[in-house]
């Protein structure tokens, strides 16, 4: 069964930050580059940022400089960190490989308020 469970998530006023988290499968975790994607409301559903297993990164323009993505081998999760939120931010966000190979899990909402 695969294991992919986001969260972190929540309401944060613009130029704040939050921290989500997706554990992951072990058999998925150390063989797949992982992503971040987000679905805004009405929007299709976008990668925000990428990480191979060797821990190289690479980052939508939109969340360049604001967004961190890392993965924390030991625990078989991937953290994305938000930094300088903005509403624009608004989203579904989900976790996956990259690129995506499993159905999609319900996300954690992130709300910015302006």
């Known amino acids: 069964q695969v294991h992919l469970v986001e969260s972190g998530g929540g309401l944060v006023q613009a130029g704040g930050s939050l921290r989500l988290s997706c554990v992951v499968s072990r058999n998925i975790f150390i063989y797949y580059e992982m992503g971040w994607y987000r679905q805004a409301p009405g929007k299709q559903r976008d990668l925000v940022a990428r990480?191979?297993?060797?821990?190289?990164?690479n980052y939508a323009d939109s969340v360049k400089g604001r967004f961190t993505i890392s993965r924390d081998n030991t625990k078989n999760t991937v953290y994305l960190q938000m930094n300088t939120l903005q509403p624009e931010d608004t989203a579904v966000y989900y976790c996956n490989t990259f690129p995506a190979s499993y159905g999609w899990r319900q996300g954690t909402q992130v709300t910015v308020s302006s």
């Open positions: 990480i191979t297993t060797d821990g190289y990164t």
